[in-house]
């Protein structure tokens, strides 16, 4: 018989105060500087959901779509700013996959993990969609397929992804001073324009454009909260702060930075973009298929603004489409690591890149480059409803995470940082029935597209189960 006076709950308490390491961790070179952090946080902040889904949103919900903004811009910093907490409690570039491994054991990875695949993937097929829109503004490229532009533009950013992590953190760090230089540049834009009463397309901006096209609510409330799915994924990527945290040398000072300026962005890139943009034009004036900020300049007169902005828009789809490959490779090798992923999305190559989680991503990505053969009117709206339900999955993820995390800290088996999420467990709690909530919207009132979404979650569900088991033997 053992005379070990120590009892079992002891014991667990003991080797959860031992620092974890996550073995997905290794191999990888901390060569992202504070700049290139700071500014992912802000492209992640700035994607392809503003630039281009904005002008559908806004002919569905018109001017009640910056309020829709500014509520899951409060949660999606909730969400943040719970991650930058358990980031300093250990920085690892599989982030949430990792917390979930470390609160929820490898099968709450595996799912975590998983759907952030699933995210990015749909993602992906967003983005190279609206890179082809996009191109198809400028004539000459009127007549070359959809399909085509997709497939050339998911080439050159694999292959940018392919080379070296420092060649992803400058491509992004430039890609972000693009899109915060024209989000300003419009803003600056259009306040002049409000300021000297200068007509565009024969209409006086001003407030007037809101209270004579139907107020704040001209397509009812109920507009306002079905656009919220597509809402939620135009906050997609500001967890991205979290998993390049385990490729940077000084993650302590670096993501709490990163992470306290994304509520001013918020307020200031999307609710002061879409408030700017109701007010210079009826909101009437916006459309699916085009960005709503080449619709304004493209409707000032200026030869060739209209073609600028639209390039402007085109690096953001291509920025976005960069920062998902990136994290995808780093969760894939997480998963891969623990048995939960193909062996060969473990890879690193010799520039310590996880190829092969991103040549996995880039192949599913393929799949939207059919889709833009098959469906190209459709292929944008629904593959940014799939993306929605990877968004709230990976969301949830992280505040139950969190949650767990403040309980253990509570019961003294954890030391919280100074930099922390407050009102725990409520804020967690909250954030995750706002998230539920979009998911029944979407299915309530979100069209065919919306419903056959959510019946989606059956055969996802399905298809986690059966891998799980097919993988729980390594895992």
């Known amino acids: 018989m053992s005379t070990d006076p120590r009892t079992t709950s002891d014991i667990a308490s003991q080797q959860a105060d031992v620092e974890l390491d996550d073995s997905g961790d290794a191999g990888y070179a901390k060569t992202l500087a504070p700049r290139h952090i700071s500014m992912i946080a802000i492209g992640g902040a700035i994607g392809t959901g503003l630039f281009l889904g904005a002008g559908g949103n806004l002919a569905k919900a018109g001017p009640s779509l910056a309020i829709s903004y500014a509520v ?22 599989g982030s949430f996959v990792s917390y979930a491994r470390e609160f929820l054991g490898e099968k709450g990875a595996y799912i975590a993990g998983w759907m952030y695949v699933l995210n990015w993937s749909t993602t992906g097929m967003a983005d190279i969609t609206a890179v082809a829109l996009y ?14 532009l997709a497939l050339v533009a998911l080439a050159v950013v694999l292959s940018i992804n392919l080379i070296s992590v420092r060649l992803f953190g400058e491509m992004e760090f430039w890609f972000a001073i693009i899109k915060v230089a024209a989000i300003v540049l419009f803003l600056v834009v259009g306040i002049v324009l409000l300021a000297t009463q200068h007509q565009i397309a024969g209409q006086t901006p001003g407030l007037h454009m809101i209270s004579d096209n139907g107020g704040w609510f001209p397509r009812g409330v109920l507009q306002m909260i079905v656009v919220l799915q597509s ?47 109701v007010l210079l034009l009826p909101w009437t004036a916006y459309s699916a298929g085009e960005s709503p900020f080449v619709t304004v300049f493209s409707k000032l007169g200026v030869p060739g603004i209209g073609g600028i902005m639209n390039a402007v828009v085109l690096t953001a789809a291509m920025s976005s489409l960069n920062s998902g490959l990136y994290s995808t490779g780093r969760i894939l090798r997480s998963l891969a690591a623990a048995g939960s992923a193909p062996a060969f999305t473990g890879r690193m190559s010799r520039t310590q890149v996880p190829y092969g989680g991103i040549l996995l991503t880039a192949t599913a990505a393929l799949i939207g480059v059919a ?86 979650i059956v055969p996802i569900a399905a298809a986690l189960t059966a891998g799980w088991y097919a993988l729980r033997r390594r895992a």
């Not at 004539?139 to 959809?146: T, Y």
């Not at 995470?401 to 930099?419: D, I, K, M, S």
């Open 72 to 93: 899951a811009g409060v949660f999606a910093f909730f969400v943040v700013r719970a991650l930058g907490e358990l980031v300093l409690h250990r920085p690892s570039s």
């Open 135 to 148: 191109v198809h503004y400028w004539s000459v490229f009127s007549s070359v397929p959809q399909w085509v």
């Open 231 to 277: 809402v939620v994924f135009a906050y997609a990527a500001i967890e991205m702060v979290g998993v390049t945290a385990g490729e940077t040398a000084d993650p302590a000072k670096v993501v709490p930075r990163a992470i306290n300026s994304i509520s001013w962005r918020i307020l200031i890139f999307y609710v002061g973009s879409i408030v700017m943009l």
């Open 371 to 456: 889709l833009n053969a098959w469906l190209p009117g459709e292929a944008f709206e629904i593959v940014v409803n799939i993306a929605s339900l990877g968004v709230i999955s990976t969301w949830i993820m992280i505040m139950v995470c969190h949650a767990l995390f403040v309980r253990r800290a509570r019961a003294g088996h954890a030391e919280r940082p100074a930099y922390r999420l407050g009102f725990s467990p409520w804020i967690e709690l909250v954030t995750i029935a706002f998230l539920l909530f979009v998911v029944v919207e979407m299915g309530v009132s979100g069209g065919t597209v919306g419903r056959w979404t959510v019946l989606l």
